[in-house]
């Protein structure tokens, strides 16, 4: 399985190519995974919300506990906050990232 067949990827990937940080994170994307170190010092000049993104994406990537849970509600506002819980979603296997897009597109 490569790595974007995998939840985790999808998970990732859907944070990372949000509106919010879209731009920003993309040179730090790769088929076979992520630029870690570049994407978190990118991340530095963000936003606090963006960079709340941007750490999610690695915690789900990492699992280092980089993210408190307080920082959801109180730090996203409402689009990226939904965007995490569909990442979460993704990463569970709840569905898949093609699946995600056509649901959304259909909201």
């Known amino acids: 399985m490569n790595e974007l067949q995998i939840p ?3 998970a990732v990937r859907h944070i990372l190519d949000s509106p919010a940080v879209g731009a920003r ?12 170190p570049g994407l978190l010092a990118e991340s530095e000049t963000m ?3 963006a ?3 941007v750490r999610v994406a690695y915690d789900l ?3 280092e506990g980089v993210v408190g849970i307080w920082e959801l509600p109180r730090r996203l506002d409402r689009e990226n ?3 995490v819980l569909e990442a ?9 990232a093609a699946g995600w897009e056509t649901l959304a597109r259909a909201a």
Do not use: T
Request: charged fraction near 25%; proline fraction near 3%.
């Open 88 to 96: 979460l979603a993704l990463c569970r296997g709840e569905v898949s």
């Open 47 to 49: 936003s606090g919300g």
């Open 8 to 10: 985790e990827y999808a």
């Open 25 to 36: 994170s993309a040179p730090y994307i790769g088929d076979d995974g992520f630029d870690w």
């Open 81 to 83: 906050f939904d965007r």
């Open 61 to 63: 990537w990492e699992a």
């Open 51 to 53: 960079q709340v993104l």
